[in-house]
């Protein structure tokens, strides 16, 4: 009955070999690239210029502790000296949450961009262990390859938890006088308590990540089943935690961006996202295995229709969370909630850029990935998961950077593009040092006979 039960894995192509010193040439030429061009062109533009980072929030702060408000180029509501700090920071959405352009906002997008998959790919361990799925047993390895790099993520994230950064990017940081909003929140919004949070996040992705690989890779040897009953039964604990965790990160990283705003949705829209970039993710890593002559039997068109699914599920997933968090704000018009989206309207590009994620990250892909005959085919289901993943990128960055000057500007540069580069390099390496020296599926997973002779219905 189908393709599945004729696969002799002992004749299939199933380990990186040479393509790892490959993967690794091309992730240093790509963080070279990236580095040096976040250089040379930073220093162009100027981006190296304000030297300490956190100085404009100290000034700002210093300027109203010694009794004069720093002036705002685009204060819509004419207020006065005489105008108390409090007062603005309720009334405006040109005061409070100003933060001038810096190095760390796109630095901040590219992480969460890298973050948001990696932690994607974990969450599609646990779930494949919780349900013990089948069809999904051939490409596990390689989500738990993806998983890994949480290390890797959570060096990069060491530069933007020092103070400089954290200065220059989080208002709350150095909050101006008479910020009740921030005041109230002054005990979670702690410059320590942040650090502890941030480490506990990667402290639990980290431990689930490298265990469930280490144990699968330990089965390979042994074939112990066992191994895969005990995984089972931990995998709950682990999508509590995963949940707990990313909804969390999703407020620390992103949404205290602005800390007077808030949204109860934020979490489970940060985690739409995450699946939505892995499964893209997982069928460009596919393609390009099977391209360079590897699991070419194994994972069949059935498994890539598959992971088309749930590109397309989750692309329709991340509107309906986007959707509902813009018509409840819009519907009930509060100010404190609505000022996140009036920033993101008050120049003609933010409101472009709206405009594209409404179309391009959900008509787009769902009217592209809505035919079988599209997520079957290796080049149309790669065009497609390039396009999600460009997206993602594009969300990301939608979530930081109308942050700067309050949305009136654009601010892009060409180290939005640079800095994206020199991570995906860095990515890169660390993916192939992940899949490198062992199967690229887990050969003697229970699941595995049911996974090889999956056919879609």
């Given at each position: ?10 004749t ?12 690794i040439?091309?992730?240093a ?29 100290q ?11 720093v ?43 890298f ?37 890797l993520?959570a ?9 400089g ?23 979670y ?28 890779v ?22 509590a935690?995963?949940a ?7 407020y ?15 979490g ?18 596919v ?19 598959d992971?088309?699914k ?12 986007a959707?509902?968090?813009y ?12 000022i ?12 472009f850029?709206g405009?594209m ?7 787009v ?49 060409m180290v ?21 020296g ?12 049911e ?7």
């Open positions: 009955m189908g393709h599945g039960s004729t696969v002799d894995l002992s299939e192509n199933r380990t990186l070999g040479s393509l790892s010193g490959k993967l040439a091309l992730g030429v790509m963080a070279v690239i990236g580095i040096v061009g976040t250089v040379v062109l930073g220093s162009l533009e100027g981006a190296f210029e304000s030297g300490d980072s956190g100085q404009g929030h000034s700002q702060q210093q300027a109203a502790t010694d009794g004069h408000r002036p705002a180029a685009d204060d819509e509501h004419g207020a006065t000296d005489g105008e108390s700090d409090a007062a603005a920071v309720h009334h405006g959405p040109t005061h409070g949450f100003n933060t001038e352009w810096s190095i760390w906002h796109p630095y901040l997008v590219s992480a969460c961009f973050l948001t998959m990696t932690l994607g790919a974990l969450f599609f361990v646990l779930v494949h262990h919780i349900t013990n799925a089948g069809w999904s047993a051939v490409v596990r390895r390689l989500a738990e390859g993806v998983s890994r790099n949480i290390v993520m060096l990069i994230f060491c530069p933007l938890v020092m103070p950064p954290m200065g220059a990017l989080y208002k709350w940081i150095h909050p101006d006088p008479g910020d009740e909003i921030i005041s109230v929140k002054s005990s919004l702690d410059y320590n308590w942040f650090l502890i949070r941030m480490g506990v996040y990667f402290f639990i992705w980290i431990v689930f990540a490298w265990s469930y690989h280490r144990s699968s330990a089965q390979d040897r042994d074939g112990d089943v066992q191994r895969s009953s005990r995984l089972s039964r931990i995998s709950p604990l682990g999508v935690l995963f707990l965790s990313i909804t969390f990160a999703g620390d990283l992103l949404m205290s961006l602005d800390a007077h705003w808030f949204s109860t949705i934020f489970v829209y940060i985690f739409a996202g995450c699946v939505l970039s892995f499964h893209a993710l997982l069928a460009l890593i393609v390009w295995l099977q391209a360079n002559g590897r699991l070419t039997r194994a994972i069949s068109d059935d498994h890539m229709q992971i088309g749930m590109m397309f599920a989750f692309t329709i997933f991340w509107a309906y969370i959707f509902s968090q018509m409840l704000y819009w519907y009930a018009n509060i100010p404190e909630e609505t996140w989206f009036v920033r993101r309207q008050s120049v003609w590009m933010w409101g850029w405009w994620m409404v179309v391009g990250h959900f008509f892909p769902f009217l592209f990935l809505v035919s079988r005959h599209i997520k079957r085919k290796r080049a149309t289901i790669a065009f497609g998961a390039m396009w999600v993943l460009a997206m993602h990128w594009a969300d990301m960055y939608y979530l930081v950077m109308p942050q700067i000057s309050n949305g009136t500007e654009f601010p892009f540069k939005d593009i640079m800095i994206p580069i020199g991570m995906g390099g860095l990515f890169i390496i660390g993916l192939a040092l992940s899949l490198r062992h199967s690229l599926i887990a050969e003697k997973d229970p699941r595995m006979a996974s090889l002779a999956f056919e879609n219905a």
